[in-house]
């Protein structure tokens, strides 16, 4: 890690609004800046916190973080609500360790009124929001631009994507053959070290309210259980460093040498890198992901550029599909060719037809398909390959394209720990609609839209050792769940008593 203090380059920053009477190229700042924190939750590797530290200490004014904790957002559960306030909570230990100067403050209710609220109490100059896709995300700073005092600048740094997505593109992207290219270029100028995060050089003037985390997220686990936490995957920046590269059982330290190979066998689950859920969350940086990778490419040359195209192309392919294409989660946002031979075969005979209950019960004629959906549904991460064959069936089995689009994220989202990204949405954008693919040979119900089915599954793994792990997983999973309910019956028992009797009547 360098140590320089050197400025974010300008291409990652986005003036979304400039504060009235303040040119652009004046830098001083007279109030605060505040880092609202969302998509990219972590402290290390952040060029959206860097930015805002480094414009605090330019004018020598403080420098907070916000987080909104939503009450529902995209209907995330106890799984991903979890996952995500506890790695939040080890960032705000972090801060409070380092004294680096900056405090942490955690609103609850709708960023659109919360984050307003508190520039406007602190006198804050500057916003600086990190970036997302999403129509949501976009949505409320388009509201906050207009919300905010006109002596407020708002700044959204793209700190997500090793090339910013606006700078590797200005429009939508064909497919990864496409985009390759462009981002292949820039890397030499984006794909480089980070400088160490600078404390913020004035204290925040207040004291900041102490966060009861535990009340929080036992909150939110309740309110949440539907769709329980998960065991395997332990939240937060430190966990998500040991997975990339720890000693024990880090994938550039460890696992590596056959990811080409191994990455397409749901039987091999460490065979992928596992760390979706940390790159969804932003408790780790795809760039920190990528220039370690770049470091062991002289020994795994052929899995290290595998591992950078998932990684960077791919990765970066879906934000780009979901900045410039609004439709990035329905049928319209599909290429005219797969619109119309969707269309063309939405009538089709289907040989079954499954409700939504029926599917997200994993109640197929398929038992492949139904280890699928029990390895989301247990463990809250389907494998890569198992994705693709998962959406292509839901498209088989439900009345037309539209309802299977939206099944397939709606239990995308509700049960992957990773779900809820652009990811997700263009894997079923892929699997179902063929976005960033070719037409293929015409056959019912697919039209042109690639094919798969469970005689190439077989023919690429053991299908039924798949079935089995997936059986065994599913047991364990609710073994815990059968004692976890056990252990909250017996603390309500305890609990009660200790409550002073009810009045009689
Ligand atoms: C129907 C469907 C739904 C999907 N839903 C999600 C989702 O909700 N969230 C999500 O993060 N990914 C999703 N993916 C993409 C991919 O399957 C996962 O990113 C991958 O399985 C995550 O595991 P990993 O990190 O161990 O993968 P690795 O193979 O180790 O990949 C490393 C990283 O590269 C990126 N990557 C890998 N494959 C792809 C891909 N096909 N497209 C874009 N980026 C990729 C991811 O950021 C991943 O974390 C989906 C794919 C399909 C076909």
Redesign the pocket.
């Known amino acids: 890690m360098s140590s320089s203090t050197a400025s974010v380059q300008p291409g990652r920053i986005r003036v979304l609004k400039q504060a009235r009477g303040l040119p652009i190229d004046q830098k001083k700042l007279t109030g605060p800046v505040v880092y609202w924190m969302f998509r990219d939750q972590r402290l290390r590797d952040n060029w959206a916190l860097i930015h805002a530290v480094d414009q605090a200490n330019k004018s020598k004014v403080p420098v907070a973080i916000a987080f909104n904790l939503f009450d529902s957002f995209l209907g995330a559960k106890a799984r991903q609500l979890g996952f995500m306030l506890r790695g939040l909570q080890k960032l705000h230990h972090r801060l409070l360790e380092q004294s680096l100067n900056i405090p942490f403050f955690l609103f609850q209710g709708e960023a659109v009124d919360t984050i307003p609220v508190f520039l406007k109490e602190c006198g804050a100059s500057l916003l600086v929001t990190d970036f997302s896709p999403l129509r949501e995300v976009r949505t409320w700073k388009e509201t906050m631009i207009r919300k905010v005092d006109e002596s407020v600048s708002i700044h959204e740094v793209d700190t997500h994507n090793v090339v910013p997505v606006w700078v590797a593109s200005d429009k939508l992207e064909y497919g990864a053959r496409t985009i390759r290219r462009k981002i292949t270029k820039l890397l030499p100028e984006y794909l480089i070290d980070f400088p160490t995060l600078m404390p913020s050089e004035m204290k925040w003037p207040a004291p900041q309210p102490p966060i009861d985390w535990e009340r929080i997220i036992a909150d939110v686990v309740r309110r949440g259980a539907e769709v329980p936490e998960i065991q395997w995957c332990e939240p937060g920046e430190d966990a998500a460093l040991e997975v990339l590269m720890g000693h024990k059982n880090g994938?550039l330290t460890t696992r590596l040498r056959n990811?080409s190979t191994d990455?397409n066998n749901p039987l091999k689950?460490k065979g992928?890198?596992?760390?979706?859920?940390?790159?969804?969350f932003g408790q780790i940086a795809?760039q920190r992901?990528a220039l370690e990778g770049q470091k062991v490419r002289k020994l795994f040359p052929q899995a290290v550029d595998t591992?950078l195209e998932?990684?960077?192309v791919?990765?970066e392919?879906?934000d780009n599909f979901c900045f410039y294409q609004p439709h990035y989660d329905s049928l319209q946002g599909a290429w005219e060719w797969a619109r119309i031979t969707l269309m063309a075969h939405a009538s089709d005979k289907r040989e079954h037809i499954y409700t939504r209950q029926q599917l997200e019960k994993a109640q197929t004629a398929d038992p492949l398909w139904n280890a699928s959906q029990l390895e989301m549904v247990h463990s809250g991460?389907?494998?890569?390959?198992m994705?693709?064959y998962?959406?292509k069936k839901i498209l088989e089995w439900t009345t037309g394209p539209e309802e299977a689009l939206a099944t397939?994220i709606a239990l995308?989202?509700k049960y992957?720990i990773?779900?809820?990204?652009?990811?997700?949405?263009?894997?079923?954008m892929?699997?179902?609609c063929g976005v960033h693919d070719q037409g293929w040979r015409e056959r019912p119900i697919f039209g042109k839209i690639r094919y798969m089915n469970y005689a190439g599954c077989k023919r690429k793994f053991d299908v039924d050792g798949y079935i089995a792990y997936v059986k065994r997983l599913a047991g364990e999973s609710s073994k815990r769940k059968a004692e976890n309910q056990l252990k909250q019956v017996a603390k309500q028992t305890r609990l009660a008593d200790f409550l002073p009797p009810l009045p009689s009547q």
């Open positions: 994938f990811y990455r689950p992928l890198s596992g760390l979706s859920p940390y790159l969804h795809a992901c591992f998932e990684l960077i791919r990765r392919l879906s991460k389907m494998h890569g390959f994705r693709m998962w959406a397939a995308n989202d992957h990773d779900g809820r990204d652009p990811n997700g949405y263009v894997g079923c892929w699997s179902i």
